[in-house]
Structure formats: C-alpha cells, structure tokens
C-alpha cells in the first residue's frame, strides 16, 4: 500500500513549511498523487523523496530554476524510484566533491612534496575504489 501524506504531515516528514509545500505545487516542483473527497491534496513517499533532493539541491545554492530542471533530467533517467534515487543522490555528491577539490587545489599546490605524498596515500586506495565504482556504473548502461 502507498503511504499518502497531507501538507501538514508531509511538511513534518520533509522539515519545510507547509507554504513551502504550497508553493513548491505551484512551481510544479511536486504535484499531489490525488485529492480526498473534500479535495485535500494527498502527496506520496516519492514525493517526500523529492522533497529531499530539492533540500539538497538549495543546500548546494542551486536556484529553483536550476533544481527544476536538474529533477526534470533525473525523472528521465528512469521510472524506477530506486534508481533515480541513488543516480540523484550521487550526481549531488559528486558535485560537492568537486566543489571541495577546487577549494583544496590552492592549499595543496602549498605543500611540500613530502607532505603531499604523504596526504594523497592514505586517499588513493579509496579515490581508486571510487573509479573503478563509477567505471563499472558507466559500462551497465547506455548512459553515453
């Protein structure tokens, strides 16, 4: 059964107002899944969902036009729930990864060569891990 939430409940599960919900239907960044008999607007899990991904996108100081259209490419990825979740979330991370390179680079082109083997050997194992992740994800589907 698909668990249907009011603004107020929803509003408590997301952490955002309830004129935040108002307003994000308006933008037509969520939509209701249906109405009740006195046309309350029921929204879904997956909205609540949403709601997350649009929280992180603002956190990321997307503006709402940019968070749209970002939601707009991930909906058409795929239909299936738990992938444009996961593929979200990690093009969210990745993004805040590269964000903090570029924040590092000036302090690291500062280190003496020592100090730099040292500080790139302990992330090397995991930095690989993380290519060989991404190349993997990459050959599985027609993502070219």
């Not at 603004?7 to 955002?16: S, Y």
């Not at 919900?21 to 006195?38: A, C, G, N, V």
């Not at 909906?75 to 593929?87: D, F, G, I, P, R």
């Not at 590269?98 to 194992?125: C, D, H, T, W, Y």
Request: aromatic fraction near 6%; glycine fraction near 2%.
């Amino acid at each position: 059964m698909i668990q249907l939430y009011k603004i107020g409940e929803l509003a408590k599960a997301a952490n955002v107002s309830e004129r935040t919900i108002d307003y994000y239907t308006k933008l037509m960044l969520i939509k209701p899944e249906t109405r009740t008999e006195t046309n309350y607007r029921l929204y879904s899990s997956e909205t609540l969902n949403q709601l997350k991904r649009i929280n992180q996108l603002k956190q990321e100081k997307y503006t709402l036009e940019e968070i749209r259209a970002k939601l707009e490419q991930w909906n058409k990825v795929s239909h299936e729930e738990q992938v444009t979740e996961k593929l979200s979330s990690l093009e969210i991370h990745m993004q805040r990864l590269e964000r903090e390179v570029k924040e590092l680079e000036p302090l690291i082109s500062n280190l003496k060569p020592g100090q730099a083997r040292k500080a790139f050997s302990s992330l090397m194992p995991q930095s690989l891990a993380c290519i060989d992740a991404l190349y993997i994800l990459i050959n599985q589907g027609p993502f070219i």
